[in-house]
């Protein structure tokens, strides 16, 4: 897929993000409405309606002549991303909130029967469910020096002959302090981080220049790179 195409699915993918606070309110509609409504909107070139659909802080990262040119431009990546939004989906949509904490972690809560509820990712404190639970989950581990839940990140592809005793010697040898710039920006990062997604592989740019990529293996992602 070429870059503008990623951008144009990042773009639409941002659209789903009123989803997760809008919908709580009774003349919101529901998820599947506003879905509906970004879909037609899209499809019948109306885009200005399309664009009041998205959260404020994608507005904020793609104004509203950015947003036009990039559907222009890829009519038929556009096209094809609104046809799967227009697909059936299985279960009742999910709607969640993410809380930033004093220590600049981020706490999933999810709404369900009319109440919030803290989400098991809370529980879990080394989840590779999603990019931005393994990213923070990957710099946990770091910080903990628990280099056992450090090989669960490596990729089948990079794991022969890796150990315990490998990671502690890359992590604590003598790129100790590169190693440690890297995960402090990262984690810098990661309360507003917004990974671009791409299939089974997620990437994101951070920092001065820095860049982590991941890849899914097995429902988990791993992380595949970190420079």
Not at 160 to 183: F, N, S, V, Y
Request: hydrophobic share 40%; net charge neutral; proline share 6%.
């Amino acid at each position: 897929m070429s870059r503008p195409a990623r951008l144009v699915v990042l773009s639409l993918a941002l659209a789903a993000l009123p989803l997760s606070l809008a919908c709580a309110g009774p003349s919101a509609g529901s998820p599947e409405d506003v879905l509906a409504a970004y879909s037609r909107a899209v499809q019948r070139g109306h885009l200005a309606e399309a664009y009041a659909l998205l959260s404020d802080d994608a507005k904020k990262t793609i104004p509203f002549e950015q947003f036009k040119r990039m559907l222009q431009e890829n009519p038929e990546q556009a096209q094809e991303l609104v046809r799967a939004l227009d697909r059936p989906r299985s279960g009742p949509p999910r709607v969640t909130a993410k809380v930033t904490g004093a220590d600049g972690e981020p706490l999933l809560l999810v709404y369900e029967s009319g109440a919030w509820r803290v989400d098991g990712s809370a529980i879990d404190l080394y989840s590779q469910t999603t990019p931005e639970r393994a990213a923070l989950a990957f710099v946990r581990a770091v910080e903990n020096k628990r280099y056992d839940i450090l090989l669960r990140f490596v990729p089948d592809s990079q794991r022969e002959g890796l150990a315990e005793p490998q990671l502690r010697a890359a992590w604590e040898g003598e790129q100790k302090q590169d190693m440690a710039r890297l995960t402090e920006a990262l984690k810098a990062a990661l309360p507003t981080a917004r990974f671009e997604v791409v299939g089974d592989r997620a990437t994101l740019a951070y920092g001065a220049g820095g860049t982590i990529e991941l890849v899914r293996e097995h429902g988990a992602w791993k992380v595949e790179e970190l420079k």
